[in-house]
Nanobody, 125 residues
């Protein structure tokens, strides 16, 4: 069973930065990477970014491209999401997620079966 523990959320002014972390443990050997999603009040959960453990290929939603950077530290089974130039519309609960065994990372939330507890990111204007 995979456990995902997130940290790093908080309150920041528009234009500021935050870095989220997601540490994974248990049963990750058959999983090809990690994804970040977010959910704002009254909205559906949406894809933010994803990365593969091997090779470090990265994928981003258009809304965050150029502002957010996903990276990984394989030795620690940890994935990071560096968020720069934050906007009020980035306010949401951010979740890291592990794709199902042997699934490629992608933007479809249904491809992921383990989720972190979520961390709140609030960007004030």
């Amino acid at each position: 069973q995979v456990q995902l523990v997130e940290s790093g959320g908080g309150l920041v002014q528009a234009g500021g930065s935050l870095r989220l972390s997601c540490a994974a443990s248990g049963g990750t050997s058959s999983r090809y990477g990690m994804g970040w999603f977010r959910q704002a009040p009254g909205k559906e959960r949406e894809f933010v970014a994803a990365i593969t453990w091997s090779g470090g290929s990265t994928y981003y939603a258009d809304s965050v491209k150029g502002r957010f950077t996903i990276s990984r530290e394989n030795a620690k089974n940890t994935v990071y999401l560096q968020m720069n130039s934050l906007k009020p519309e980035d306010t949401a609960v951010y979740y890291c997620a592990s794709p199902k065994p042997f699934y490629s990372v992608n933007s479809n939330a249904k491809s992921y079966d383990y989720w972190g507890q979520g961390t709140q990111v609030t960007v004030s204007s």
